[in-house]
Nanobody
Framework: QVQLVESGGGLVQAGGSLRLSCAAT????????MGWFRQAPGTEREFVAS????????YYADSVKGRFTISRGNAKNTVYLQMNSLKPEDTAVYYC?????????????WGQGTQVTVSS
């Protein structure tokens, strides 16, 4: 079994920055593709960004392109989301996801989520 643990959420003013972290524990002998999703109150969970198993490919939702950057850490199965120029509409619970395929399509594993609140 794989467990994902997120950290780094919090309260920030519009225009500010936050960095989210996600680390996988458990069955981590293999490398997973990883990514971030978010869910605001009353909405469905939506894709934010993903990174391939090798780290060579990244994908972003149009709403965050140019502001968010996803990267893999030196430790196996760790991923970061650097969020700059944050907007109130970025407020949501952010979830880390992972799966065995080269690119993240439908996560098999989910973290518990970390709250990001952007004040105007």
């Amino acid at each position: 079994q794989v467990q994902l643990v997120e950290s780094g959420g919090g309260l920030v003013q519009a225009g500010g920055s936050l960095r989210l972290s996600c680390a996988a524990t458990g069955r981590t002998l293999v490398t997973y593709s990883m990514g971030w999703f978010r869910q605001a109150p009353g909405t469905e969970r939506e894709f934010v960004a993903s990174i391939s198993r090798s780290g060579g490919s990244t994908y972003y939702a149009d709403s965050v392109k140019g502001r968010f950057t996803i990267s893999r850490g030196n430790a196996k199965n760790t991923v970061y989301l650097q969020m700059n120029s944050l907007k109130p509409e970025d407020t949501a619970v952010y979830y880390c996801g992972a799966e065995i395929r080269d690119m993240l399509v439908s996560p098999a594993y989910w973290g518990q989520g970390t709250q990001v609140t952007v004040s105007s």
